[in-house]
């Protein structure tokens, strides 16, 4: 008897090992989940699910990038939204990561957030070094929009009279002239819904960056990355240039090569299931647009995938 309870407790043992070795569990921090983006998590996970052996993926409720980046350096999740500007600074360690830097990589790309700089036609701001002094609002209280478009005004030596306020606030104070406009994060190479709500009966100038402002940001903010929009006809926008973000996957860098490959390959060949959950996807190139956009070091197994289909990843990409 005391044989046979020795044989069963040791197959019960192998056959936990075999699960436990066999299979991942994987947890993804994202953001409220009222927000779209909480949406796309959602696909990226089932999509892991299904096309990922022996992955079993699930998503958490998190307070979005700041939040992911504390849980990824403590292994809290897998895999966690991120901005790309937040993560440069976190891989970096500098800024409000001095001292504390979180060893977490790119895996990948899927959203862009050119900052827009909005203004009231009838103001005659053509310049974003006339914004000196007027009433302006450089983003939503506490964003990120927030804090990016106060630190580059600043670079830029331009010092409006800032006014703080919500988006219904700030889109009815502009129309309403009492504010010249605003910064706001574009949806795409798109004008995000409350600028376009805006233009339905008061018209906008978008302000862009000059050559010259282009080089500093690019050389004192590295975080950031330059966005050459393109023409945005219907609302008569000719073609600009603005700092921004992009918005994607990081991962922990306890998560394991093979299993990151494998989400990595998922997540670029797929074209269905990412688009199902947010529209603006469509048409775009995961793989071009992380190649674009990073402003930190990717993924070996994003490096690795990339290479494989034929890409060329520059030097300050892979660490």
Same mark, same amino acid.
Do not use: C
């Given at each position: 008897?005391?044989?046979?309870?020795?044989?069963?407790?040791?197959?019960?043992? !192998?056959?936990?090992?075999?699960?436990?070795?066999?299979?991942?569990?994987?947890?993804?921090?994202?953001?409220? !989940?009222?927000?779209? $983006?909480?949406?796309?998590?959602?696909?990226?996970?089932?999509?892991?699910?299904?096309?990922? #052996?022996?992955?079993?993926?699930?998503?958490?409720?998190?307070?979005?990038?700041?939040?992911?980046?504390?849980?990824?350096?403590?292994?809290?999740?897998?895999?966690?939204?991120?901005?790309?500007?937040?993560?440069?600074?976190?891989?970096?360690?500098?800024?409000?990561?001095?001292?504390?830097?979180? @060893?977490?990589?790119?895996?990948?790309?899927?959203?862009?957030?050119?900052?827009?700089?909005?203004?009231?036609?009838?103001?005659?701001?053509?310049?974003?070094?006339? /914004?000196?002094?007027?009433?302006?609002?450089?983003?939503?209280?506490?964003?990120?929009?927030?804090?990016?478009?106060?630190?580059? /005004?600043?670079?830029?030596?331009?010092? @409006?009279?800032?006014?703080?306020?919500? =988006?219904?606030?700030?889109?009815?104070?502009?129309?309403?002239?009492?504010?010249?406009?605003?910064?706001?994060?574009?949806?795409?190479?798109? /004008?995000?819904?409350?600028?376009?709500?805006?233009? !339905?009966?008061? @018209?906008? $100038?978008?302000?862009? /960056?000059?050559?010259?402002?282009?080089?500093?940001?690019?050389?004192?903010?590295?975080?950031?990355?330059?966005?050459?929009?393109?023409?945005?006809?219907?609302?008569?926008?000719?073609?600009?240039?603005?700092?921004?973000?992009?918005?994607?996957?990081?991962?922990?860098?306890?998560?394991?090569?093979?299993?990151?490959?494998?989400?990595?390959?998922?997540?670029?060949?797929?074209?269905?299931?990412?688009?199902?959950?947010?529209?603006?996807?469509?048409?775009?190139?995961?793989?071009?647009?992380?190649?674009?956009?990073? =402003?930190?070091?990717? $993924? @070996?197994?994003?490096?690795?995938?990339?290479?494989?289909?034929?890409?060329?990843? #520059?030097?300050?990409?892979?660490?």
């Amino acid at each position: 008897m005391f044989k046979k309870l020795l044989a069963v407790t040791a197959t019960v043992t !192998a056959l936990s090992s075999t699960v436990a070795l066999g299979e991942t569990d994987l947890l993804i921090g994202t953001t409220s !989940a009222s927000s779209s $983006h909480y949406g796309y998590f959602v696909a990226v996970s089932k999509l892991i699910n299904s096309a990922v #052996p022996d992955v079993k993926s699930s998503v958490a409720e998190t307070g979005a990038t700041l939040d992911n980046l504390r849980r990824l350096s403590r292994n809290q999740v897998d895999i966690g939204l991120i901005t790309t500007n937040t993560l440069y600074e976190a891989y970096n360690g500098v800024d409000s990561f001095e001292g504390k830097a979180v @060893p977490s990589k790119l895996l990948w790309i899927y959203s862009l957030a050119p900052q827009n700089v909005a203004v009231r036609a009838d103001a005659d701001v053509t310049r974003l070094s006339q /914004l000196a002094g007027m009433a302006f609002n450089p983003g939503i209280r506490g964003s990120s929009t927030e804090a990016t478009s106060e630190r580059v /005004l600043q670079l830029l030596d331009i010092s @409006p009279d800032y006014v703080r306020g919500s =988006t219904s606030d700030v889109v009815n104070a502009i129309k309403d002239n009492r504010v010249v406009g605003y910064v706001k994060s574009g949806a795409g190479f798109k /004008l995000d819904a409350s600028t376009r709500d805006i233009a !339905a009966q008061t @018209p906008l $100038h978008i302000l862009g /960056l000059a050559p010259e402002q282009i080089a500093k940001v690019e050389t004192a903010l590295p975080q950031l990355s330059i966005f050459n929009v393109p023409a945005i006809d219907e609302m008569q926008v000719p073609a600009y240039s603005t700092w921004g973000f992009a918005v994607g996957a990081s991962a922990s860098e306890k998560l394991d090569d093979e299993v990151a490959y494998a989400i990595i390959r998922a997540v670029m060949e797929d074209d269905s299931q990412q688009v199902a959950a947010m529209a603006s996807l469509k048409g775009l190139n995961l793989a071009e647009m992380t190649l674009a956009y990073a =402003t930190s070091p990717l $993924h @070996p197994a994003t490096v690795r995938y990339l290479q494989e289909k034929g890409y060329e990843v #520059p030097a300050r990409l892979i660490q």
